[in-house]
C-alpha cells in the first residue's frame, strides 16, 4: 500500500514552471526581432517561424524531429504583424524560395525556412513530404547526413 507525503517535511514546492528551458526563441515585433530572425534562418540549416503555443508550430517542429532534423523554432508575439515580418524577411534574401510553386507573399506563419530559403507553411511542408522531395532538399541544406 502507498503511503502519504507528510504535509511539512520542509521541502518547497516550485512556485511556477521554468519556462526557460524550452528550445524556442522569442521575437517581438520590433525591427531587431526581425534581425534577429534574419540571422537565424542565414546560420541554421532549418528554422521554424511561428507564434508563441500555436499548435501548427508544434506539428512542423515533431514532422522534422520525425525526419532527423532539428529546427531552430523563433516564435513571435500575438502583436507581431505577419506581413511586416515576412516582407522584413523577404529584404535580406531569407524569403527566396527553394521551391518553384512556393511564394513568399502566400506564405504566412508558421513559415519553414531550409537552408536560408522559404519552403512555406505547414500545408506546403506536408505536400513536399508526401511528394518525396522534403529529404532531398534537408540533405542539400546540410540539415541530414545520410
Known amino acids: 500500500m502507498q503511503q502519504a507525503v507528510p504535509y511539512g517535511n520542509g521541502r518547497e514546492w ?25 540571422r537565424a534562418v542565414e546560420e541554421n540549416p532549418v528554422v521554424v517561424v511561428g507564434r508563441r503555443g500555436c499548435c501548427m508550430v508544434h506539428v512542423v517542429r515533431k514532422l522534422l524531429l520525425g525526419q532527423g532534423v532539428n529546427p531552430v523554432v523563433c516564435e513571435v508575439g ?18 527566396d524560395s527553394c521551391l518553384p510553386q512556393a511564394t513568399a507573399s502566400g506564405a504566412g506563419l508558421p513559415a519553414v525556412f531550409v537552408g536560408g530559403r522559404l519552403v512555406g507553411g505547414l500545408d506546403r511542408l506536408m505536400a513536399v513530404h508526401i511528394a518525396g522531395e522534403l529529404v532531398p532538399i534537408l540533405k542539400q541544406a546540410g540539415a541530414l547526413w545520410l
Not at 528551458?21 to 525591427?31: Q, Y
Open 78 to 95: 500575438e502583436d507581431a504583424d505577419e506581413a511586416v515580418l515576412m516582407a522584413g524577411l523577404q529584404e535580406a534574401g531569407a524569403g
Open 14 to 38: 516550485p512556485s511556477e514552471v521554468d519556462r526557460t528551458s524550452s528550445d524556442a526563441t522569442e521575437f517581438g515585433e520590433s525591427s531587431k526581432g526581425v534581425g534577429e530572425i534574419k
